[in-house]
């Protein structure tokens, strides 16, 4: 039976818990996740806790948040002058937007403060300097 190595293609079923037991994420009502490894699809942590695992191997890994989506960064959360958005636009704490970059990149940001004046929006992963908890199940190794 092979193990999973670098370079591998493969299929997992997981469920993603905080350290509060709250669920973040899980594929047990889709189709399992299917990823190689080594090509930064994944977080770090979730890569090195299936490594040398075969098909129908579970593992339950602890991944601390320097190898998940990284510390919170408060450079990355800015004020913004509400008359800098689109006047449309209801801000509301928790609203998703994207910000254009002069290069064209898009940055997902998310609504954390809205008042009179100003709006707070972060750029963080909604799960940046949070460690992660998974039950991973080994599905399938591609040929």
Same mark, same amino acid.
């Given at each position: 039976m092979s193990s999973i190595k670098n370079g591998d293609t493969v299929s997992v079923h997981y469920t993603g818990t +905080?350290?509060?037991?709250?669920?973040?994420?899980?594929? +047990?009502?889709?189709?399992p996740?299917?990823?190689?490894?080594?090509?930064?699809?994944?977080?770090?942590?979730?890569?090195?806790?299936i490594m040398g695992l075969s098909v129908g191997e579970k593992v339950k890994a602890n991944i601390p948040s320097k190898e998940a989506y990284g510390e919170h960064n408060s450079e990355m959360v800015l004020q913004v002058p509400n008359n800098q958005l689109p006047p449309e636009l209801d801000a509301q704490v928790g609203m998703q937007l994207q910000l254009n970059q002069p290069d064209g990149q898009v940055i997902p940001v998310q609504i954390t403060q809205v008042k009179v004046e100003m709006v707070t929006i972060d750029a963080n992963h909604p799960l940046a300097g949070k460690d992660l908890n998974f039950d991973i199940e080994i599905i399938e190794i591609h040929e």
């Open positions: +905080l350290t509060s037991g709250e669920v973040f994420d899980s594929s +047990l009502e889709r189709k996740l299917k990823f190689t490894l080594g090509k930064g699809q994944l977080i770090p942590g979730f890569e090195r806790a």
